[in-house]
Nanobody, 125 residues
Framework: QVQLVESGGGLVQAGGSLRLSCAAS????????MGWFRQAPGKERLFVAA????????LYVNSVKGRFTISRDNAKSTVYLQMNSLKPEDTAVYYC??????????????????WGQGTQVTVSS
């Protein structure tokens, strides 16, 4: 069992920045991939970014490339999502997930085994 707790969401104007954090506890080690997804009201949960266990490999959805940066601190069992140049279309609940069994970084929700409760990000125009 792994528990994930996200924090750092909030209300920001377009062009602003936020930094999301996701702290893992429970059955944790550094040998797992982690990802961020987001879900707007009435929409499906969509991939945003993911990072492999060592932090040496990352993936991003095209719409956030150059604006968002995913990183991790294995000593703190925490993954971060630095979001810059935010746009109204980034508004959603952001979830972090952990993939315990994948060999490769996953970009679909069903590849992740545990999820946090989500944190709301609202970008005003």
């Amino acid at each position: 069992q792994v528990q994930l707790v996200e924090s750092g969401g909030g209300l920001v104007q377009a062009g602003g920045s936020l930094r999301l954090s996701c702290a893992a506890s429970g059955r944790t080690s550094s040998n797992y991939h982690m990802g961020w997804f987001r879900q707007a009201p009435g929409k499906e949960r969509l991939f945003v970014a993911a990072i492999n266990w060592s932090g040496g490999s990352t993936l991003y959805v095209n719409s956030v490339k150059g604006r968002f940066t995913i990183s991790r601190d294995n000593a703190k069992s925490t993954v971060y999502l630095q979001m810059n140049s935010l746009k109204p279309e980034d508004t959603a609940v952001y979830y972090c997930g952990v993939a315990l069994h994948n060999l490769e970084i996953g970009t679909t929700p069903w590849e992740y085994d545990y999820w946090g409760q989500g944190t709301q990000v609202t970008v005003s125009s």
